[in-house]
């Protein structure tokens, strides 16, 4: 079975920008300190915007590979940022240096751990759109 490597990079973004935005969520708001909105806007907001631009690319109603590695660089730098504050935050909830299992900073450690994966796979899709690889068929 075939497959398109821009669907499975585009699901991938789906996929562990979710799992990142669900870890962040699932900590409360007690303990969103500075720059958890800036994170969190970055995984919703890029999160739709990758939604919207496959199915809108899938439909055959928009598709243009300039702004697809525009947008992909754009979403990397986000994400980078995002990471960044999410481990400056997962530092400051790393208050029990002393035992295991911290929730507040295992989650806070996760999210900017998917994250990073995202912000990864958004620059592996910017180069391989860019190089005109994206629309490739995987072989079999």
Known sequence: MAADMNLILKVLELVFGLVAWALLASVHGFWAWGGQHWVM??????????????????????????????????AALCYITAAIVQCVNADRNNWGHHYWGNPVFDRHAASAAFAVFTCILYIVDAVMTFKGKGKQILPK
Not at 51 to 68: C, E, M, P, R, Y
């Open 41 to 74: 806007f970055v995984l919703v907001t890029c999160w739709v915007v990758t939604l919207l631009l496959l199915i809108l690319s899938k439909a055959g109603i928009f598709s243009n590979d300039t702004v697809d590695v525009i947008y992909a660089v754009i």
